[in-house]
């Protein structure tokens, strides 16, 4: 057991000051870290056997654990149990120079917060003491619970879990000549996008491999044991090798342990020093090798096995969080901090190992803390249609625009689960290829596309927005109602798009075939209510949902968004023809500003309909024509970006990155929508219309919106079903009318 102490001031380097407890000494300290592995120009151990190497590893995992808990425990709260059993695996990575690392852990936060402190990125944010770490940690403006890519050096957000394996596979994407490293929980092992994830894009990327999942295999999950805890070493390399890997090194602490540890799992930090050591240095080992595998064209995974919460205050779920009676005067927070603590020397070696590896701080080295370059797109090729002309399908038009991109931009990807074909978007198919091996002109598919098509919004959506976080062009596109189970990592990203600190291109997403649209399918395919997921994000600061009316302004809407920064962007658009309303010029206006009048009858009453949608639009015409016919005037406004509607007080416009405070003034807003009556219309949720009802002074209004699905042969029964239809419209106008 080491002795704690307190040294001398002048012996603690100034970053210590915060740590509590020191230890005397360690066994070896005076020889293997008398002085640090890397350094200016040494970026990486170049031998793994070198018995400097694997000392100074074991320090590194020590002071992870040691900060993660000092940090924790100044608050009584965070997550330290997770990250204790993976400090080995990640104080590897960070020595081998594989500083790119991700998680899908969100509960590993504190553990990260760590590494970025020991390689000085924190400083950024003027943490330079771990006095310092301990104030800020889990406080507003400093460190939040869970991982957010605005801290810097960190590349990417963690929260909910099945998550972090798509900004580790965004990266390999984007950067081929690096490795990022992503770990992986077994207790998030559950979820089902994990491996499929993985295997979808080894099959249609089998040349981007420089990727590594490490799975820490720690027999728990948040509070009980993980689903997979009861699972032989040889089931669990078999379900990696079914996925694709081809590759996959398990380092069990169990065949290390001389401490007779019961059970499956146990923790390494019990054993003896020299067998720690043995443990540190096969792992070591294993890390180079698989690392070098991945590089070099071979899908490698990683597996430690150790148990949860080793080396802290508590083991199993037990280690997972800390409540308000674990504090740093508790006996089972002090005595782990006891059993942790570090001369002074080694945390200097440690503080100088990550400083350097990697060729520097994160802070000023990984990739996502610079702008990438992107190849200009030039003029768009944008068709204009002559109004009143022609029915013309919204989708098909788009296609058209997306396919210019992907000639232009050779790593822009498109991402969907159902099929563009399927949404009336062959046209990009056809110029861009499904990414697939089976070459087939047929299907549009080949090797070298820009399409891909798992059968997984997870994937789908992942893909695309790791992408845009990382600071590339691309496009996830769904049937709206299927993309459900892509909105969660969809709503991490832009969240985390709001904090950056540099510039990335929106999260664009275009969502087709509503549920007016697929009345034969019925209810299951009937999802409006997602857009209530957007509208509820609008107020966040950065999500932008966009309703063009038809195929010129959907053009537009594309080519705004290709403009944006640090936005989500959601455009949701039909797939069947429907005519003409706007030229190219009018859809920009509507865009920019908000809203467009689409047609106006003048009358001895004015019925105003603000309206989110396209297909809706159809009955909407018809309730003004019968208005008409009773001498009443109408004036039919559609709402185009209902984000610029809010008034500025009601959006957080003004805490996200690149912040864009432009609203519809008061003026404007009374031009379009004042009237004797203010019918809403959407062929989604009421949601939408908020912005709408808001800053209306209407007395007599109301709202027309989706209220179930059903069955239908035909848009106009579904519009019958939910009360959508003309005929309800302009009754209801003239009984508020009186």
């Not at 990327?205 to 728990?220: A, D, K, Q, R, S």
């Not at 997972?320 to 674990?326: C, D, G, K, M, S």
């Not at 997403?509 to 997602?530: C, K, M, S, V, Y």
């Not at 297909?615 to 004036?635: H, K």
Request: charged share 20%; hydrophobic share 40%.
């Amino acid at each position: 057991m080491r002795a704690a102490h307190s040294p001398a001031s002048d012996q603690i380097p100034d970053f210590c000051h915060g740590i509590q407890y020191f230890a005397d000494t360690l066994p070896g300290l005076d020889t293997l870290a008398a002085q640090p592995v890397l350094g200016e120009g040494v970026p990486a151990i170049s031998d793994p056997n070198d018995p400097r190497a694997v000392y100074q590893t074991l320090l590194a995992a020590d002071a992870l654990r040691y900060l993660t808990l000092q940090v924790t425990g100044a608050k009584s709260s965070g997550h330290p149990g997770g990250v204790a059993s993976s400090a080995e695996a990640y104080a590897a990575m960070v020595m081998l120079g594989h500083t790119h690392i991700v998680t899908e852990v969100g509960h590993h936060a504190p553990g990260f917060y760590s590494a970025m402190f020991l390689d000085t990125s924190l400083e950024e944010m003027g943490i330079k003491t771990v006095a310092d770490m301990r104030a800020r940690f889990r406080e507003m403006h400093g460190l939040l619970g869970h991982l957010s890519g605005a801290i810097p050096g960190l590349l990417a957000p963690a929260g909910p879990l099945g998550q972090g394996q798509h900004f580790a596979l965004a990266g390999a994407y984007l950067h081929r000549d690096k490795l990022f490293p992503v770990t992986i929980g077994d207790g998030g092992l559950g979820e089902p996008y994990i491996m499929s994830a993985f295997q979808h894009f080894n099959t249609a990327y089998p040349e981007i491999t420089n990727f590594l999942p490490i799975l820490i295999w720690n027999g728990y999950s948040q509070e009980h044991h993980s689903m997979c805890s009861t699972w032989d070493n040889e089931r669990m390399l078999d379900y990696w090798h079914a996925h694709g890997f081809r590759h996959v090194y398990l380092i069990n602490a169990k065949d290390f342990d001389d401490a007779n540890q019961p059970g499956e799992y146990v923790d390494s930090t019990k054993f003896s020093w020299q067998r720690r050591l043995e443990f540190v240095g096969f792992l070591l080992r294993a890390a180079k090798v698989a690392a070098d595998y991945a590089m070099n064209g071979e899908m490698t995974a990683l597996i430690v096995k150790q148990l949860k919460g080793a080396g802290v205050h508590a083991l199993g779920a037990k280690s997972h969080n800390l409540y308000a009676h674990h504090t740093l005067d508790s006996e089972d927070v002090k005595s782990a901090l006891e059993r942790r603590a570090l001369p002074p020397q080694a945390w200097r070696v440690v503080r100088e190992n990550f400083r350097h590896a990697g060729g520097g701080p994160a802070v000023k080295t990984v990739v996502t803390e610079f702008e990438l370059p992107l190849p200009p797109l030039g003029k768009l090729p944008l068709h204009e249609t002559p109004p009143g002309r022609e029915n013309k399908v919204p989708t098909t038009a788009f296609g058209e625009i997306v396919a210019a991109v992907g000639k232009k931009d050779p790593k822009f990807i498109v991402t969907n689960a159902d099929g563009n074909e399927a949404s009336g978007m062959a046209n990009i198919n056809k110029a861009l290829i499904i990414r697939h091996p089976t070459q087939d002109d047929l299907y549009f598919q080949g090797p070298t596309g820009q399409v891909y098509e798992p059968l997984n919004e997870d994937a789908c959506a992942g893909l695309a927005v790791g992408i845009s976080l990382f600071g590339g062009r691309a496009l996830w596109c769904s049937y709206e109602s299927f993309a459900i189970n892509g909105l969660p990592i969809w709503q991490t990203v832009t969240q985390a798009m709001a904090e950056l600190r540099r510039k990335t291109p929106a999260a664009v997403a275009l969502f087709t075939a509503g549920a007016l649209e697929q009345g034969r399918n019925g209810w299951t395919h009937q999802r409006p209510e997602i857009e209530a997921y957007f509208a509820a994000m609008m107020r966040n600061g950065n999500v932008y949902p966009l309703f063009p009316v038809d195929a010129n302004m959907i053009q537009v809407c594309y080519e705004w968004a290709l403009n944006q920064y640090n936005k989500g962007i959601i455009i949701t658009a039909s797939k069947s023809p429907l005519p003409v309303r706007t030229s190219l010029a009018e859809g920009r206006r509507a865009v920019e500003e908000g809203a467009i009048v689409l047609q106006e009858t003048k009358g001895r009453h004015m019925v105003v309909f603000g309206v989110t949608g396209d297909m809706v639009l159809l009955p909407v015409f018809e309730a003004a024509r019968r208005l008409a016919e009773q001498g009443i005037g109408s004036r039919i406004v559609a709402i185009v970006n209902p984000r610029r509607l809010y008034r500025p007080t009601d959006v957080a416009w003004d805490t996200v990155a690149q912040p864009d405070g432009v609203f519809m003034s008061r003026e404007r807003f009374d031009e379009l929508f004042h009237g004797d009556v203010l019918l809403g219309v959407s062929g989604g949720p009421g949601a939408m219309l908020e912005p709408l009802l808001l800053r209306s002074a209407a007395m007599m209004r109301d709202v027309y919106c989706w209220k179930r699905g059903e069955t239908a042969a035909s848009p106009d029964q579904l519009f019958d079903f939910n009360r959508l239809n003309g005929e309800a419209m302009a009754k209801r106008a003239m009984e508020l009318l009186g």
